[in-house]
């Protein structure tokens, strides 16, 4: 037993030794794994694409060996290149076969089923166009592309089936087939964790709004992912500017029903405390600045409820004043300490001086059409000016409210040193021609047509051309205008207009026909405040109807006049919107002397002054005055030049139905005195009304109008004696024959404004609480009017 023990250990440690001490096997030759050396490369299949252009594509060249490693990268290779469907790599002897299948060429494109988006659209964002290969990768991306167009516009159910037809010659028709499918709206919007604000009210924060089937045109009601993120700020600046500084959106979520029809969106946030403005102090580092004028400019206090706006307003604020003052390299950082037991926020505003940079240069790019030198005089700054950001964010304005452009950028770049930086300006480029045709009706004019043609940037020299004609009941006029801004490489505008009016007044009971031209040029004085000058040459010609053939108040103004007159204007506006301005006002005074030529002459002053101010919440108070006076330089004032007063001036009275009258024959004769002044109220109407675009507004309008300077005449007299046989103006009861009162005429009244897609809609009910006997009232005044 111990003895077969012994042999099995023995034998044990002598394998063990052989394993452990013996040679390692002799290496095998290598030609047992040779592969075979490529002699020859074939290509099979190709009819397009040449052999040998294949063969550049391949790892492997004739006289390497069959690495099979080697062909299989080429075999990748081949297939990037997307030319092929199919590619088979094979050895036959020493010749390395390669057989393709080549994609088929795009013979054309087509997209059927659109009818929401065109085709335009797709072009310019799908990949694939005529003559090129044809690779199901390439259509797959450009599926979803297209279907990412679709989801921009809120649809989200949108369908795109790609369909192949095949051609001769290896082409192919590709056929996008498009089902559209209905928009996903925004179904609900809804909000958790919100106790301060309502859920009503911060619908009314955000732009998306919730589908309703009142709203024809609305646009927000559908879902955009963009739009979402800006909404979600939005809210949190809501609840900053509120006091409640801790805000956060926790999440924002839009969920799609399972028919792909709605959208319902879930904010959720979390409010925190409110605070209030702690102690505000400022530090200032630059020994010219002292804290005392800078305090001076903080417009924040202790114990306001906190607002980051108005934190921001008062660096705006200091920063324009010190720019003013000179300090225009400034970096103002608010220091912020909360106090979260007390609920307050004390705020250190420190100012730093930051060293001096220069602009090196302004680089433009994008503009195809629009001239350099149009963009370059725009801007408040030049190459070589010291670095002001104010300038270059007025001057980023100036370039938008060209009109030109539909986006406009400024990007500040480094310089060559450390001192200078570049400004790089990108603009892209909108249509500037336009041709408009409208309709409409007021109370004043009647049912009106108006068509127009113009370009504001003709031969991207920033000049405007524009030819008008309208047409009503009253009024038939044709202008062709042209403006020159920058008229002599001076910040100057130069224009001409030449028209013909045709204008028939029933109220006074004469009808003009004017030719004229008009040359004005205007130029700023300041960055609000701007000086207009003007000369106007015009002839008049003034009829009247037969009856009135022998009206002492007409005749005389009956006939061909020549009027040439010099005017200025200069005026003050800073409004927030020209079309409905909630902030800021507006002043201008205006004068006209006729005598320079022509038979007419005379001295006329006018005056217009409208203020806005938001008084709480969204009411504004608006209030507005306008004036006018003429006076005759040695000769009465004709009755086409004289002030008419009336609707839609003066609302509560009919057209020219304020001021002297003759009431012989209830014509009315205008007046060379005028002043109308409105107060009113714009009254918000809550989310509904304001989605709808609708306001109401609530005013008072005072004035009056008079001073018709009329002659004495003779009651029984024939035209060739009036001169020689004169009378006062009085019936033979004592009674006056013109009345003219300069009285207070006062009318209360409310408005109702809708901004329709149709174009301003207006109904006005007023009503004359201050009137003499003679004048005319209108109670509801209506004006409609749409231009597309």
């Given at each position: 037993?111990?003895?077969?023990?012994?042999?099995?250990?023995?034998?044990?440690?002598?394998?063990?030794?052989?394993?452990?001490?013996?040679?390692?096997?002799?290496?095998v030759?290598?030609?047992?794994?040779?592969?075979?050396?490529?002699?020859?490369?074939?290509?099979?299949?190709?009819?397009?694409?040449?052999?040998?252009?294949?063969?550049?594509?391949?790892?492997?060249?004739?006289?390497?060996?069959?690495?099979?490693?080697?062909?299989?990268?080429?075999?990748?290779?081949?297939?990037?290149t997307?030319?092929?469907?199919?590619?088979?790599?094979?050895?036959?002897?020493?010749?390395?076969?390669i057989?393709?299948i080549e994609?088929?060429i795009?013979?054309?494109?087509?997209f059927?089923?659109?009818?929401?988006?065109?085709?335009?659209?797709?072009?310019?964002?799908?990949?694939?166009r005529?003559?090129?290969?044809?690779?199901?990768?390439?259509?797959?991306?450009?599926?979803?592309?297209?279907?990412?167009?679709?989801?921009?516009?809120?649809?989200?159910?949108?369908?795109?089936?790609?369909?192949?037809?095949?051609?001769?010659?290896?082409?192919?028709?590709?056929?996008?087939?498009?089902?559209?499918?209905?928009?996903?709206?925004?179904?609900?919007?809804n909000?958790i964790?919100?106790?301060?604000?309502?859920?009503?009210?911060?619908?009314g924060?955000?732009a998306?709004?919730?589908?309703?089937?009142?709203?024809?045109?609305?646009?927000?009601?559908?879902?955009?992912?963009?739009?979402?993120?800006?909404?979600?700020?939005?809210i949190?600046?809501?609840?900053?500017?509120?006091?409640?500084a801790?805000?956060?959106?926790?999440?924002?979520?839009a969920?799609?029903?399972?028919?792909?029809?709605?959208?319902?969106?879930?904010?959720?946030?979390?409010?925190?405390?409110?605070?209030?403005?702690?102690?505000?102090?400022?530090?200032?580092?630059?020994?010219?600045?002292?804290?005392?004028?800078?305090?001076?400019?903080?417009?924040?206090?202790?114990?306001?409820?906190?607002?980051?706006?108005?934190?921001?307003?008062?660096?705006?604020?200091?920063?324009?004043?010190?720019?003013?003052?000179?300090?225009?390299?400034?970096?103002?950082?608010?220091?912020?300490?909360?106090?979260?037991?007390?609920?307050?926020?004390?705020?250190?505003?420190?100012?730093?001086?930051?060293p001096?940079?220069y602009?090196?240069?302004?680089?433009?790019?994008?503009?195809?059409?629009?001239?350099?030198?149009?963009?370059?005089?725009?801007?408040?700054?030049?190459?070589?000016d010291?670095?002001?950001?104010?300038?270059?964010?007025r001057?980023?304005?100036?370039?938008?409210?060209?009109?030109?452009?539909?986006?406009?950028?400024?990007?500040?770049?480094?310089?060559?040193?450390d001192?200078?930086?570049?400004?790089?300006?990108?603009?892209?480029?909108?249509?500037?021609?336009?041709f408009?045709?409208?309709?409409?009706?007021?109370?004043f004019?009647?049912?009106?047509?108006?068509?127009?043609?113009?370009?504001?940037?003709?031969?991207?020299?920033?000049?405007?051309?524009?030819?008008?004609?309208?047409l009503?009941?009253?009024?038939?006029?044709?202008?062709?205008?042209?403006?020159?801004?920058?008229?002599?490489?001076?910040?100057?505008?130069?224009?001409?207009n030449?028209?013909?009016q045709?204008?028939?007044?029933?109220?006074?009971?004469?009808?003009?026909?004017?030719?004229?031209?008009?040359?004005?040029?205007?130029?700023?004085?300041t960055?609000?405040?701007?000086?207009?000058?003007?000369?106007?040459?015009?002839?008049?010609?003034?009829?009247?109807?037969?009856?009135?053939?022998?009206?002492?108040?007409?005749?005389?103004?009956?006939?061909?006049?020549?009027t040439?007159?010099?005017?200025?204007?200069?005026?003050?506006?800073?409004?927030?919107?020209?079309?409905?301005?909630?902030?800021?006002?507006?002043?201008?005074?205006?004068?006209?002397?006729?005598?320079?030529?022509?038979?007419?002459?005379?001295l006329?002053?006018?005056?217009?002054?409208?203020?806005?101010?938001?008084?709480?919440?969204?009411?504004?108070?608006?209030?507005?005055?306008?004036?006018?006076?003429?006076?005759?330089?040695?000769?009465?004032?004709?009755?086409?030049?004289?002030?008419?007063?009336?609707?839609?001036?003066?609302?509560?009275?009919?057209?020219?139905?304020?001021?002297?009258?003759?009431?012989?024959?209830?014509?009315?004769?205008?007046?060379n005195?005028?002043?109308?002044a409105?107060?009113?109220?714009?009254?918000?109407?809550?989310?509904?009304?304001?989605?709808?675009?609708?306001?109401?507004?609530?005013?008072?309008?005072?004035?009056?109008?008079?001073?018709?300077?009329?002659?004495?005449?003779?009651?029984?007299?024939?035209?060739?004696?009036?001169?020689d046989?004169?009378?006062?103006?009085?019936?033979?009861?004592?009674?006056p024959?013109?009345?003219?009162?300069?009285?207070?005429?006062?009318?209360?009244?409310?408005?109702?404004?809708?901004?329709?897609?149709?174009?301003?809609?207006?109904?006005?009910?007023a009503?004359?609480i201050?009137?003499?006997?003679?004048?005319?009232?209108?109670?509801?005044?209506?004006?409609?009017?749409?231009?597309?």
């Amino acid at each position: 037993m111990y003895k077969n023990t012994g042999q099995n250990l023995f034998t044990v440690f002598t394998l063990a030794f052989l394993f452990l001490f013996a040679a390692p096997p002799a290496p095998v030759a290598q030609e047992e794994f040779d592969f075979g050396t490529i002699e020859l490369i074939s290509v099979v299949g190709n009819t397009r694409i040449e052999a040998n252009t294949i063969a550049t594509y391949l790892t492997v060249n004739v006289g390497d060996s069959f690495d099979p490693q080697a062909i299989d990268a080429s075999l990748k290779t081949l297939f990037a290149t997307g030319l092929f469907a199919d590619v088979v790599m094979e050895r036959s002897g020493n010749t390395l076969v390669i057989r393709v299948i080549e994609n088929p060429i795009i013979n054309r494109i087509v997209f059927e089923g659109n009818s929401r988006l065109k085709e335009d659209d797709f072009v310019e964002e799908v990949e694939l166009r005529s003559r090129m290969i044809y690779t199901r990768a390439k259509v797959r991306s450009d599926v979803q592309r297209i279907l990412e167009l679709y989801r921009r516009s809120g649809r989200f159910a949108a369908v795109v089936e790609p369909k192949v037809i095949q051609r001769e010659q290896n082409r192919v028709d590709l056929v996008f087939e498009i089902s559209e499918g209905p928009r996903s709206r925004v179904s609900r919007i809804n909000f958790i964790g919100n106790r301060v604000f309502s859920d009503k009210k911060l619908r009314g924060v955000i732009a998306t709004n919730e589908a309703r089937w009142w709203k024809f045109f609305a646009s927000n009601d559908t879902y955009d992912p963009d739009r979402l993120q800006f909404d979600r700020e939005e809210i949190r600046q809501h609840y900053l500017d509120s006091g409640y500084a801790d805000i956060r959106i926790v999440s924002a979520v839009a969920e799609l029903t399972p028919d792909q029809r709605d959208f319902f969106i879930t904010f959720v946030v979390n409010e925190g405390e409110k605070y209030s403005f702690g102690v505000i102090s400022v530090e200032s580092d630059i020994k010219a600045l002292p804290e005392k004028l800078i305090q001076n400019m903080v417009t924040v206090e202790e114990g306001q409820t906190y607002s980051a706006t108005k934190v921001e307003n008062t660096v705006e604020n200091i920063t324009n004043i010190a720019g003013i003052l000179g300090f225009a390299f400034l970096d103002i950082r608010p220091e912020v300490e909360r106090d979260r037991q007390n609920r307050t926020i004390s705020i250190n505003f420190r100012v730093f001086e930051v060293p001096r940079t220069y602009i090196e240069r302004i680089d433009i790019h994008g503009n195809v059409r629009t001239l350099d030198r149009v963009i370059r005089r725009e801007f408040r700054l030049a190459e070589g000016d010291a670095f002001n950001s104010l300038r270059v964010e007025r001057s980023e304005q100036r370039l938008q409210l060209l009109g030109f452009f539909r986006e406009v950028e400024i990007e500040q770049l480094p310089g060559s040193q450390d001192d200078l930086v570049v400004l790089d300006v990108t603009v892209e480029e909108q249509a500037t021609g336009e041709f408009s045709l409208g309709f409409g009706y007021s109370s004043f004019d009647g049912f009106i047509f108006d068509t127009s043609i113009s370009e504001r940037n003709f031969l991207g020299k920033g000049q405007q051309i524009t030819l008008g004609f309208l047409l009503s009941s009253r009024r038939k006029n044709i202008n062709i205008a042209f403006t020159q801004p920058y008229f002599l490489n001076r910040n100057m505008i130069a224009g001409i207009n030449v028209f013909r009016q045709d204008f028939s007044n029933r109220e006074a009971g004469f009808e003009t026909k004017t030719t004229g031209i008009t040359l004005n040029l205007r130029f700023p004085i300041t960055e609000y405040i701007s000086l207009g000058t003007r000369y106007t040459l015009r002839q008049d010609k003034i009829q009247i109807p037969e009856q009135f053939l022998f009206n002492p108040f007409l005749a005389e103004s009956v006939g061909n006049n020549t009027t040439s007159s010099i005017g200025y204007s200069i005026s003050y506006i800073n409004l927030d919107d020209f079309r409905f301005p909630t902030k800021g006002q507006q002043i201008i005074f205006s004068q006209d002397f006729a005598g320079v030529g022509g038979n007419i002459r005379y001295l006329r002053s006018s005056l217009e002054a409208d203020l806005y101010r938001p008084i709480t919440g969204e009411w504004v108070v608006h209030v507005g005055l306008e004036a006018g006076y003429i006076k005759g330089l040695g000769q009465r004032v004709r009755i086409n030049d004289r002030f008419f007063l009336g609707n839609p001036r003066f609302r509560g009275f009919d057209v020219a139905g304020v001021g002297p009258i003759d009431t012989s024959t209830g014509q009315f004769l205008g007046g060379n005195i005028f002043y109308v002044a409105t107060v009113g109220v714009l009254i918000p109407l809550g989310d509904f009304a304001e989605e709808l675009g609708f306001q109401l507004s609530a005013y008072v309008d005072a004035g009056t109008l008079y001073n018709a300077e009329l002659p004495e005449f003779l009651i029984n007299c024939v035209p060739d004696e009036m001169q020689d046989c004169r009378i006062p103006l009085f019936f033979d009861n004592g009674d006056p024959i013109v009345r003219d009162s300069g009285a207070l005429r006062v009318a209360v009244g409310i408005g109702l404004i809708w901004d329709s897609p149709f174009g301003p809609v207006r109904l006005d009910v007023a009503m004359a609480i201050l009137k003499q006997p003679f004048d005319r009232t209108q109670t509801i005044q209506f004006n409609v009017g749409t231009r597309f």
